[in-house]
């Protein structure tokens, strides 16, 4: 792509997650904020019930309905199934609604920092998550990439470019002022960025890039009847981008006994205890480090 016309900003996918719903309120008031001379930016709360009631999401979480299969069923008519349809007429709709960039705003009860989530490995975003790292140290970046866009069920299915930002840890239906200020900074990088490609000026990055490569999930320990019978260990909490080698203590069961990790190699876990993961049977992420070249 020579030229970034329409750039996206959404917040509010999840209702509870406050930083990124009250950014858009933020950027809505002042438009000015999001505005760059080469290119639309347009804002988008997502999920405004889910928002309304502080809610993570009223019947189903809305970043797991945009499988592409999901958005041509009929048959879907949940509230979150529903908005993911509307959501997908208004950014991904040939001619010029067409978002060319979507950058989707989360946060998280996990000790994330700042992290951009990746999808897919296109050149452009990895430059800019190398960009983003280097202006923020703390910025580390997260591959979740899927064979096809038709198998990524998030919002940023809907566009080959852009990315999530999560940041953390914050209790879900709570503002922190330097987490807010922090994602506010990242989306101004990006906005400059994008800005400064279109201009044909990209910003000189490191040409190489630490990226922490999705595994696989970890449940906590369960009882056959599905009961929860453990925690993650003190040692491993907050630890998350943190190396975690086999023998290394991941749970502690109720009766304080210690369950050890048992992979065969050291591991780098992320969302450790994220608080909307229970429901899904996600103690933690697992992931691979790894530098790659830009």
Same mark, same amino acid.
């Given at each position: ?27 809505? #008031? /002042? ?27 009223? %019947? ?5 309905? /945009? ?13 979150? $199934?529903? #908005? ?17 960039? &979507? ?46 866009? %038709? ?32 994602? %506010? ?9 994008? $800005? ?5 000026? &990209? ?6 890039? =630490? ?16 009961? =929860?019978?453990?925690? &993650?260990?003190? $040692?491993? #909490? ?13 749970? =502690? ?16 876990? =992320? ?24």
């Amino acid at each position: 792509m020579n030229q970034i016309n329409r750039v996206a900003i959404v917040g509010g996918t999840h209702g509870n997650e406050f930083t990124g719903a009250y950014l858009i309120r933020k950027f809505a #008031q /002042f438009p000015d904020l999001v505005t760059r001379p080469s290119f639309e930016t347009v804002t988008l709360l997502a999920n405004p019930n889910a928002f309304a009631a502080g809610r993570r999401y009223v %019947e189903k979480d809305l970043n797991r309905c /945009f499988l592409k299969q999901d958005l041509q069923d009929p048959t879907l008519n949940s509230y979150e $199934e529903l #908005q993911a349809k509307s959501i997908q007429s208004t950014l991904a709709s040939k001619g010029y609604k067409q978002a060319d960039f &979507i950058l989707d705003l989360h946060s998280s009860t996990a000790n994330m920092g700042l992290t951009i989530i990746l999808v897919n490995s296109h050149p452009l975003n990895l430059k800019l998550a190398a960009y983003l790292s280097q202006i923020n140290p703390l910025v580390r970046v997260y591959c979740c990439s899927f064979k096809s866009s %038709e198998e990524n069920p998030f919002v940023n299915s809907l566009c080959e470019l852009g990315f999530a930002i999560e940041v953390g840890p914050i209790a879900q239906g709570v503002l922190q002022a330097t987490l807010f200020q922090q994602t %506010e900074e990242l989306v101004h990088a990006v906005l400059d960025y994008l $800005e400064q490609f279109n201009q044909g000026k &990209i910003p000189s990055t490191n040409k190489t890039l =630490i990226v922490y490569h999705h595994l696989s999930v970890v449940d906590y320990p369960k009882k056959p009847d599905g009961t =929860i019978f453990g925690m &993650i260990h003190p $040692e491993l #909490q907050n630890k998350d981008y943190q190396a975690l080698n086999p023998g290394d203590p991941i749970f =502690i069961a109720l009766d304080n006994k210690t369950i050890i990790y048992k992979g065969a190699s050291t591991v780098w876990p =992320i969302f450790i205890n994220e608080a909307a993961y229970y429901e899904k049977g996600i103690a933690m992420c697992l992931t691979q480090r790894q530098e790659i070249n830009i």
